[in-house]
T-cell receptor
């Protein structure tokens, strides 16, 4: 039973490029969450999605960031025109039910912007 | 007041010691509570859920005090492998809010 799969594990982008982070939830999980963790900081909620719907994007910056979870395929977190401050670990998590359920995390994508 | 607050530590304890962490939360409507463990540069992993009546899993005991809005984690007979950052997690206005964590180092 595969867990939450994220790729790539490491991603290096130059300032101004686009970063695309992918997440496949655990089998049977239809709820996907994205969190960001800066070095020596806690996890910050970004966005919560179900298939084809964004449920809560209150933690996501209004510009340059977008997320989707299409009917088929993985969830994608897209960061356009990356800046150095976007360098962080981005964790995806999934759950079988909605809010208040424990989350199962993928091993993260570490984005470095040079 | 932050939604979830934890003492960052570090807590440095010898093997075999008992150590306890507390965590306070601000949203009195919170319904779900968890402890996660995060090793350096790894993903958070669920350690245990926290129930109103308190619950135990081996050497780990979690308790919830709704009146004072805090949860606790007690680790007995600490092992070297318990060294990690322990994250307090609370349901809030957004999907699960994570504390910054308490760092534990168990020393031989």
């Amino acid at each position: 039973n595969a867990g939450v799969m994220q790729n790539p594990r490491h991603l290096v982008r130059r300032r101004g490029q686009e970063a695309r982070l992918r997440c496949s939830p655990m089998k049977g999980h239809s709820h996907v969450y994205w969190y960001r963790q800066l070095p020596e900081e806690g996890l910050k909620f970004m966005v919560y999605l179900q298939k084809e719907n964004i449920i809560d994007e209150s933690g996501m910056p209004k510009e340059r960031f977008s997320a989707e979870f299409p009917k088929e395929g993985p969830s994608i977190l897209r960061i356009q025109q990356v800046v150095r401050g976007d360098s962080a670990a981005y964790f995806c998590a999934s759950s079988p039910q909605g809010e208040n359920s424990p989350l199962h995390f993928g091993n993260g994508t570490r984005l470095t912007v040079t | 007041r932050k939604e979830v607050e934890q003492d960052p530590g570090p807590f440095n304890v010898p093997e075999g010691a008992t150590v306890a962490f507390n965590c306070t939360y601000s949203n009195s409507a919170s319904q779900s509570f968890f402890w996660y463990r995060q090793d350096c540069r790894k993903e958070p992993k669920l350690l245990m859920s926290v129930y109103s009546s308190g619950n135990e899993d081996g050497r780990f005991t979690a308790q919830l005090n709704r009146a004072s809005q805090y949860i606790s984690l007690l680790i007995r007979d600490s092992k070297l492998s318990d060294s990690a950052t322990y994250l307090c997690v609370v349901s809030g206005n957004t999907p699960l809010v994570f504390g910054k964590g308490t760092r534990l180092s168990v020393i031989a």
